[in-house]
């Protein structure tokens, strides 16, 4: 579509929008104050009517007093005297006090004596049934009053029905009955009201209707008038909303206003249009025709693909400086397909780079498995081509991050890619494998030059001193050949030569790895190494006396190396602290056994000895940590460490206690046992100690020895 057309569009739904705005706002002000003024004017006429039918109530119950405190009416309530009746229930006597039924009713329920006015026998029959049934007259009353007049609907007809207690005019007795009077509320008295208020009445009952109706203002015609109806619901004598009032105002008309706001509307339209019209006519002459010039000229650009074009535009305005910016533009694009060829070249630098950076390990700063698996696809398809491939695995590093951190082991693989990076030659390709590999390809070189560079990476590796475990690394190599064509078979044979390698040197390696892990023991916390060596003694002599097999005996003598193993992972300054440990450190202290089974499941040469490295702190009692184990739920080796563990300490001296002779400790396992310790191994300790004597000296025993010289 053209701008043209849209400009048209948008100034004509412009001028509707303003049109719709300009009614509505008319239309919510002006109807909402009609709206307003009109239930206004309702609730007054409510009102008015609701005083008046109160008047009448008020008028019935003044009547009503002076009757039923009246000495002749309680007196005939007793005798009945017809004299009463002949002077008194009478046409005549009814009429002067406009009502239309009197009814006298003695304590009994008893009809005494009634009188009726303008009522045919039918209604005065149906009323003194309904007053009978519904016991109108002591009914309405409460102990607080005396006299009551109500609204009631019978059988459609309203009534002011008004019952009070007849007593003597003094009141200074009791009650001997109850007087009703009844008034119809008929055409003449809604007249009268709608003589006062304006205002046209109608009561009845009320059904479901009501409750649709009431609150609601409707307009209904009567006889080619405009009339406003409203509802609402009024209390009949129990106060329930039974009856219905409806009431009928002539609405006010509003005629010429509206009429007024149609001939403004109107007005104000054409004026609208003739606007637009002008509008039109110069929007099209000053911005339409031109924008028109500058798509054509943009059309032109684009199908001669020419950028040295131009267009002149008359004017100093913004389609003036759009014209400029146009040719500006063109001559910017025509100079920098100038500089394309140039950029391109700076763009596949840079590509380069990205490329490097997504084929590098960003630990080691060597290339990664992706880079060499590039390398294996070149090297793959050249036939030719002869390489060696190298394979290297850390030993241990899992132990190094379970034990130490992942820091420390991240640490460790830069220490080990720095040393094949130095001993490599820089036509070399290493990378680093996932986890704790590295691959290594080699060109023209021999195998026994492959061999040297194998003993020389080792020999330097094994020279680093930084870490709290040694590090050592298996490796294992292959030749590419006419059976090994490709690099991955190559590889996978560098691979298996490599685990051959690990599995020839495991001995030597799990010796080397609890060497290291007890030394570090030993630098980190107070348990010195002839504290280590108590341990292994006597473990090894309650073993015996206990006749442990073999294995349970290698078991023991590992489990008393190594039981404290977790305390590598706990503060020093809490290990070391000479005074009582506070009850946030205890806490961490505790924490150790599990320490030393997460080391323990993660080094293979102690896995079989990390669940007792786990209980070595459970008591028999189940009072222990961490798990609260108790009696044979302990494993047996655990509750013999227990046992020899706890008989050291209390023998020798630590940096917040001083040692106790062998008689305290003894009497210690005795009391304790059952409780702290196993009862058969405290007593098989003891045992021996009386049959064989201990193993090892004690610190009391040095220190005599010392005094003595």
């Known amino acids: 579509m053209k701008l043209k057309y849209k400009t048209i569009i948008i100034a004509l739904c412009s001028a509707a ?19 307003t003024a009109q239930r206004s004017q309702v609730d007054k006429d409510f009102e008015m009517v609701e005083t008046i039918i109160e008047n009448e109530k008020e008028n019935l119950n003044s009547i009503l007093k002076d009757w039923a405190y009246w000495d002749d009416t309680f007196n005939f309530i007793n005798d009945r005297n017809p004299n009463y009746v002949t002077a008194n229930l009478n046409d005549e006597s009814l009429e002067n006090l406009n009502l239309n039924m009197m009814l006298f009713v003695n304590q009994t329920g008893e009809v005494v004596g009634y009188g009726d006015f303008a009522l045919t026998e039918e209604q005065s029959a149906m009323l003194m049934e309904k007053i009978s049934q519904n016991n109108f007259y002591t009914g309405l009353l409460t102990e607080d009053e005396d006299v009551k007049t109500n609204l009631m609907i019978l059988d459609g007809q309203p009534y002011l029905i008004a019952s009070g207690r007849v007593n003597n005019s003094s009141r200074n007795t009791v009650s001997n009955g109850s007087m009703v009077m009844i008034k119809t509320v008929d055409d003449e008295m809604t007249a009268y009201i709608s003589e006062l208020t304006g205002v046209n009445v109608e009561l009845r009952e009320a059904g479901t ?20 109806t409203a509802s609402r619901l009024q209390p009949d004598g129990y106060g329930e909303g039974t009856i219905l009032m409806t009431i009928s105002r002539v609405e006010e008309n509003y005629a010429f206003v509206k009429n007024q706001f149609n001939l403004f509307m109107a007005s104000f339209v054409v004026l609208l249009l003739l606007i637009l019209g002008i509008d039109y006519f110069l929007v099209n002459r000053y911005f339409l025709k031109r924008i028109e010039k500058l798509i054509t000229f943009t059309k032109e650009v684009g199908l001669k693909r020419d950028t040295t074009l131009s267009i002149k535009m008359d004017g100093k305005d913004e389609l003036k400086t759009l014209a400029v910016s146009i040719n500006q533009m063109l001559r910017e694009i025509d100079q920098a397909n100038q500089n394309i060829k140039s950029n391109i070249t700076k763009r596949k630098v840079n590509e380069e780079e990205i490329r490097f950076l997504s084929y590098s390990d960003p630990l080691t700063r060597l290339k990664n498995r992706d880079y060499m698996k590039m390398q294996f696809e070149v090297l793959g398809q050249q036939q030719e081509s002869h390489y060696f491939i190298i394979m290297c695995d850390i030993n241990g590093l899992k132990l190094t991050n379970d034990a130490f951190g992942h820091q420390e082991g991240d640490q460790m693989l830069i220490a080990v890619s720095n040393v094949l990076r130095r001993m490599c030659r820089p036509i070399d390709m290493i990378s680093r494998w996932p986890g704790d590999e590295f691959v290594i390809v080699l060109k023209d070189i021999n195998q026994e030059g492959v061999c040297r560079l194998i003993r020389d990476i080792t020999d330097e590796i094994e020279k680093i ?36 390698n690990k599995l020839m040197e495991s001995t030597s390696s799990r010796n080397a790895t609890i060497r290291s892990l007890a030394r570090t023991l030993h630098e980190k916390s107070t348990e010195t190494e002839a504290h280590t060596m108590r341990i292994s003694q006597l473990s090894k002599a309650l073993g015996s006396h206990l006749k442990l097999r073999k294995d349970q005996l290698d078991e023991l003598e590992l489990l008393s190396l190594l039981h404290d193993i977790g305390k590598i992972g706990i503060p020093e300054y809490i290990l070391n602290k000479p005074a009582k440990l506070n009850n946030e450190e ?3 202290i505790k924490t150790h056994p599990e320490i030393g089974y997460r080391i323990a499941k993660s080094t293979p040469v102690l896995e079989h000895i990390a669940e007792y490295i786990l209980a070595h702190h459970e008591k028999f009692d189940g009072t222990g940590y961490p ?5 044979k739920e302990i494993p047996y080796l655990g509750r013999m460490i227990n046992v020899v563990d706890s008989f050291d300490v209390m023998t020798h001296s630590r940096s917040y206690k ?3 002779d062998l008689s305290y400790a003894i009497s210690e396992l005795k009391a304790c046992s059952g409780t702290q310790f196993d009862p058969e191994i405290a007593s098989a300790f003891l045992k021996m100690i009386e049959d064989e004597g201990l193993p090892v000296r004690l610190e009391i025993s040095v220190l ?3 005094q003595r010289n």
Do not use: C
């Open 17 to 35: 929008v303003l049109l719709g705005i300009t009614y509505g706002i008319f239309y919510w002000v002006f109807y909402g104050y009609v709206d």
């Open 209 to 228: 209707v009501a409750v649709i109706l009431e609150n609601q203002i409707l307009k209904r015609e009567f006889d080619g008038k405009p009339y406003l």
């Open 465 to 500: 001193r930084d870490f709290h475990l040694n590090i050592s690394v298996a490796m294992g190599y292959a030749e590419s050949n006419e059976e090994l064509k490709s690099p991955e078979e190559v590889l996978n044979l560098a691979e298996n030569r490599m685990y051959r």
């Open 586 to 588: 205890w806490e961490i």
């Open 627 to 631: 798990n609260g184990l108790k009696g």
């Open 658 to 660: 001083k040692a106790s």
């Open 704 to 706: 005599m020895d010392n």
